[in-house]
């Protein structure tokens, strides 16, 4: 399958700092992106859509101006929490969905997740 | 809100089958049934998906009923390093459409 990656893996910081997570589609161009947001012993939620070279689609309850997206190139998206605050503490995943037509699929591929702690 | 309805948790012995079903009584024509697994603290992982028929690959088989209403993902030969939350998902499989996870089912294989 679909190979995706996310840096970095685990990120410790200080309330009130920005903290950057990308995302990359390694094998494969991604029109589209999705970051998700997952909470212990919850389920994934699903914050916001990131299309390539347009405006992230943020999902209901989300703040776009605390959570800035950018999808730069089919390849990259990045998520930056900013002025971090301990109720931001968790697991954020993003996922890359390979253009049609390419690589013969049509679905979604995960990264491995960054754990955020905010201290 | 997540279309689909899973038990919260099951139980399998090593080798043996793993049946894991999920009722969509509301998909509709153009949805595709997606299946991930998420092993803990990592990234959901692909399984398989299927419109209508039933489908095969390396990992795992997904059996959709005639009216789709429902499906049963079933890993043949169970292993320890099954042991997951498996979630079942229903959307369009082309445009932008978005992943809605619901709780899941919390797959324990035993030895």
């Known amino acids: 399958g679909a190979v995706v990656s996310q840096h970095p893996s685990r990120v410790i910081c200080k309330s009130g700092t920005s903290v950057k997570i990308e995302c990359r589609s390694l094998?494969?161009?991604?029109?589209?992106m999705f970051w998700y947001r997952q909470f212990p012993k919850q389920s994934l939620m699903l914050m916001a859509t990131?299309?390539?070279?347009?405006?992230?689609?943020?999902e209901q309850g989300v703040e776009k101006d605390k959570f800035l997206i950018n999808h730069a190139s089919l390849t990259l998206s990045t998520l930056t929490v900013t002025s971090a605050h301990p109720e931001d503490s968790s697991f954020y995943i993003c996922s890359a969905r390979a253009r049609y037509g390419q690589g013969g699929t049509d679905t979604q591929y995960f990264g491995p997740g960054t754990r955020l702690t905010v201290l | 809100d997540a279309k689909t309805t899973q038990p919260t948790s099951m139980d399998c012995a090593e080798g043996r089958a793993a049946n894991l079903p999920c009722n969509h009584s509301t998909i509709s024509g153009n949805e595709y049934v997606y299946w991930y697994r998420q092993i803990h603290s990592q990234g959901p992982q692909y399984i398989i998906h299927?419109?209508?028929n039933n489908e095969t690959n390396e990992m795992a088989s997904l059996i959709i009923t005639e009216d789709r209403k429902s499906s049963t993902l079933i890993l043949p030969h169970a292993t320890l390093r099954d042991t997951a939350v498996y979630y079942c998902?229903?959307?369009?499989?082309?445009?932008?459409?978005?992943?809605?996870f619901g709780t899941g089912t919390r797959l324990q294989v035993f030895p």
């Open positions: 998902i229903v959307a369009e499989s082309y445009n932008t459409d978005k992943l809605i």
């Open positions: 990131s299309n390539e070279g347009s405006k992230a689609t943020y």
């Open positions: 094998d494969f161009q991604a029109t589209t």
């Open positions: 299927g419109l209508k």
